[in-house]
């Protein structure tokens, strides 16, 4: 059973900044950050296809967050950036081996984490 280990998470008020790391000890393709607030469906905020050098966001953190991944670390990131109340989360990290047909569908991830709590306050 592959797992991956996501870590960063934390308490900050708006405007702050965090660093979500993710840690996968398996070669693949395209990964991926969900999170999940309260009473809310899972949803994709960024993904990461091939080394890195494409890139998709949603239109909810388009500007604020940057995925990137450090191949020799295993690493997968989410840099945080202007946090807003409404990105209060649990945020997962996903993983597939191939390239999906859609980014942000959670079904097509076949490996996933526990996740990391993230909370913004006002």
């Known amino acids: 059973q592959v797992e991956l280990v996501e870590s960063g998470g934390g308490s900050v008020q708006t405007g702050g900044s965090l660093r979500l790391s993710c840690l996968v000890p398996?070669?693949?393709?395209?990964m991926a950050w969900f999170r999940q607030g309260p009473g809310q469906m899972r949803e994709g905020v960024a993904a990461?296809?091939?080394?890195?050098?494409?890139?998709y966001y949603s239109d909810s953190v388009k500007g604020r967050f940057t995925v990137s991944r450090d191949i020799a670390k295993n690493t997968l990131y989410l840099q945080m950036d202007d946090l807003k109340p409404e990105d209060t989360a649990m945020y997962y990290c996903?993983?597939?081996?191939?390239?999906?047909?859609?980014?942000?569908?959670?079904?097509?991830?076949?490996?996933w984490g526990r996740g990391t709590q993230v909370t913004v306050s006002s």
């Open positions: 398996i070669s693949t393709t395209s």
């Open positions: 990461s296809y091939s080394s890195g050098k494409t890139t």
């Open positions: 996903a993983a597939y081996r191939h390239k999906p047909g859609t980014w942000f569908e959670p079904s097509v991830y076949q490996y």
